[in-house]
């Protein structure tokens, strides 16, 4: 899975009947920026205002997920953005002449062969990740539905679902990868009950219902006046029951379409978190409300380590350059090179890592008794980091040196000791020109930033005899 976030080539549409208001909708998915998640616009009102695809503007559940900004609703969108998230889409615009987006078959599947007839483009940002690192959990205390999340390299879902009748049973469903998602589980319909059904048609909603696209499960006496309800909400001469329970002749795709279903489900109420996540999510007895709740908290946890902005790294892995690439690109040398290995680099952003061990030189006098590492060796080893971003992508490093012109906002927090393993991750603030060079850095000991600061540098190739 490409680590660069990820958007649609060119913009698609699709026409159908929402679910629950019986109105013809269209649907347009349009490429959007980086950074830009997914984000519903309502062209059918004044101003096309936006709805961000936010857990935090969900006010109902209630047989779909509904949004609300200012006034404005987005309902059952969790379809439409499971889609989105099995395609491995970071960044979309939906926009929408009604409420919600065209239930078509119950599924998902309408909404991928879209994106893929669209194409998938990737962008130029790094995307980011919601890294699990301690279990999770959301516990329903009325239903008993439950939702807990494990530390995993990538996503992983696990449905188990048992509605106590015997026409549907118990079902699990496990999604191990996003790239199982479009032969697996997009197509997995809707369902409900009959009791169910009915007093959603009491209910005046289930207006673009139809046997097309949900699964009823015949889980009581059909009766004449029942079948008359139903013959009438649905436009059919005649219904039947199957010998599967199943309510007329829809066949079903999966023995265990029900707890795929479910699975797709979670899928789209966890994209309201607003972030790629990397955990395993094991959900018992979900629906909208338990997972929506589950997402809040996971937004909540993503914005507390989006606030820190600690990098995910594998100290495990094979740096990018150890300390001998590093110094076949810099002119430093001990005992003033700063960094051990750099463990990450693109185009925008580099991570390194300092092991502060007490054979550090300066430890003999700052300070004796209570050795601290100096605040102006910590911003020197940020910078050197930078240093790196800018000459691995010359071609002659060794003709190179770069030169501080300006810190700003320097910040100390904690104390670096000896025994600390220090990070650093750099980030431009813009595109280097004219060799100027505008970075943002971060230093970390654990999960704790210790050091922050913009610097600028300039690149400037070394004077020659």
């Known amino acids: 899975m490409s680590e660069l976030q990820k958007t649609l080539k060119e913009e698609v549409s699709l026409t159908g009947i929402g679910l629950h208001t019986g109105q013809e909708v269209l649907l347009t998915m349009k490429p959007a920026k980086e950074n830009t998640g997914f984000v519903f616009v309502r062209t059918d009102l004044e101003g096309r205002p936006h709805v961000e695809a936010d857990v935090n503007y969900v006010t109902t559940t209630d047989r779909g997920t509904t949004l609300e900004k200012l006034g404005v609703r987005i309902r059952t969108c969790e379809h439409v953005l499971a889609a989105l998230v ?78 106590g009748t015997k026409v549907l049973g118990t079902q699990n469903a496990t999604l191990k990868d996003v790239s199982e998602f479009k032969n697996e589980f997009a197509s997995a319909r809707t369902f409900s009950f009959l009791h169910e059904l009915e007093m959603l048609l009491d209910a005046g909603l289930i207006k673009g219902g139809d046997i097309s696209n949900a699964i009823v499960y015949v889980d009581k006496d059909l009766t004449p006046e029942t079948t008359e309800k139903l013959k009438k909400a649905f436009g059919k001469s005649e219904l039947s029951i199957r010998p599967n329970g199943i309510l007329d002749n829809v066949t079903l795709n999966y023995p265990n379409e029900a707890a795929r279903h479910k699975l797709l489900d979670i899928i789209g109420d966890l994209a309201l978190v607003g972030v ?16 929506t709740q589950f997402a809040k908290k996971l937004n909540r946890q993503w914005k507390l380590q989006k606030k820190k902005n600690v990098p995910d790294i594998d100290l495990t892995k094979e740096p990018v350059f150890d300390i001998n690439g590093i110094m076949r690109l810099m002119p430093h040398r001990p005992p003033f090179l700063l960094i051990d290995k750099i463990l990450e680099l693109s185009d925008s952003h580099v991570v390194g890592l300092k092991n502060v061990t007490m ?50 906002k320097v910040k100390f927090k904690k104390k670096v000791v000896p025994g600390d393993t220090l990070i650093f991750k750099i980030e431009l603030i813009e595109p280097i020109r004219r060799g100027i060079v505008h970075m943002q850095g971060y230093g970390y000991v654990g999960d704790s930033v210790v050091v922050e600061a913009e610097l600028m540098a300039q690149v400037a190739k070394n004077k020659t005899e």
Do not use: W
């Open 86 to 163: 099995g395609c491995d889409i970071d960044n979309a615009i939906l926009e929408m002449n009604s409420s919600e987006p065209p239930i078509m078959d119950g599924s998902a599947k309408f909404f991928v062969e879209a994106i893929e007839k669209a194409g998938i483009q990737e962008q130029s940002i790094p995307r980011e990740y919601l890294v699990i690192k301690d279990v999770m959990n959301y516990t329903d205390p009325i239903t008993g539905s439950e939702i807990t999340i494990i530390p995993a390299d990538n996503y992983e879902v696990t449905t188990m679902v048992d509605f």
């Open 276 to 291: 790629k996540i990397k955990g395993k999510v094991i959900a018992n007895k979900p629906g909208h409300y338990v997972n």
């Open 359 to 408: 054979n550090e030189p300066f430890f003999v006098g700052h300070f004796p008794k209570e050795p601290v590492m100096p605040g102006v060796l910590q911003v020197e080893a940020m910078a050197q980091t930078g240093g790196i971003l800018v000459l691995a992508n010359v071609p002659d490093p060794e003709n190179y040196s770069t030169y501080f012109v300006k810190m700003n």
